[in-house]
């Protein structure tokens, strides 16, 4: 039988593909080593509390970080080049965490706790909670750079941080299953009705806040800073609850 002798491969494009390989394992252990940094961080602040004051401000918390393709699309509507430097210069939600908190209260108290530490750089502050999208979406987006302790050298690496409480989230997964996974029109009328949803969750979170706070108090805790949109709905709430009161 013919011995047939197969063809060498081009060892200069094997070399270039396996850099291109192990430049994006670096990349994507870059930034699963900030989601561990904020996590961590996020983790003893809510044990902290639990300590102290009896109560867990973080329900439960979600990590993420973005594909290849979803920020190559990314790159591509922002008109920046397609690479991983690229990425890391123009790209700041590479790295995600989402936080659920249990009330609105514990959202700002963690927001401060974690912005305030000396390793932490905020970099950027959304507040859809004060003021919420057109849609109804509300949430707190910070963008904080936390340090990357590396062996030859340390990097400040970007990670947003969604914080909501569990009416945000609920009214938010929702929202997005609706109108964006049925790859269907919405009907008319459907946003209206969703932004109403988003309202009436809204209500239901300072009313389950007011109610926590009337069987706890404050626990040695100063009341987190309300935004005047969210004191007017916390005062809309009084008001309705005092007349209910006065008819019975």
Not at 135 to 161: A, C, D, M, Q
Request: contains cysteine; negative net charge.
């Amino acid at each position: 039988m013919e011995n047939r002798q197969l063809p060498l491969p081009d060892f200069s494009k094997l070399d270039r593909q396996f850099r291109t390989l192990q430049e994006y394992r670096e990349f994507s252990q870059l930034y699963n080593g900030a989601i561990r940094e904020v996590q961590t961080k996020l983790d003893i602040l809510d044990e902290e509390f639990k300590v102290r004051y009896e109560h867990n401000p973080i329900h439960h918390m979600e990590f993420r970080q973005k594909t290849i393709e979803s920020m190559m699309g990314k790159l591509y509507k922002k008109e920046k080049p397609i690479s991983l430097q690229s990425a890391r210069e123009n790209l700041y939600d590479i790295a995600g965490i989402r936080v659920i908190c249990f009330y609105i209260d514990d959202i700002y108290r963690l927001a401060n706790m974690l912005t305030s530490q000396g390793d932490i750089t905020l970099v950027r502050t959304r507040d859809y909670i004060a003021h919420p999208k057109k849609n109804g979406y509300r949430s707190l987006h910070l963008v904080v750079k936390v340090p990357v302790f590396l062996s030859r050298s340390t990097e400040l690496v970007p990670v947003e941080i969604q914080i909501r409480t569990i009416a945000m989230d609920f009214w938010a997964s929702l929202e997005h299953q609706l109108r964006y996974k049925s790859g269907e029109d919405v009907s008319a009328g459907i946003p209206e009705r969703l932004a109403r949803c988003a309202e009436t969750s809204a209500m239901l979170d300072l009313e389950m806040q007011d109610i926590y706070h009337a069987i706890n108090g404050f626990g040695g805790l100063e009341p987190a800073a309300l935004s005047p949109q969210l004191m007017k709905m916390a005062n809309e709430i009084y008001e309705s609850s005092k007349k209910s009161s006065e008819e019975e």
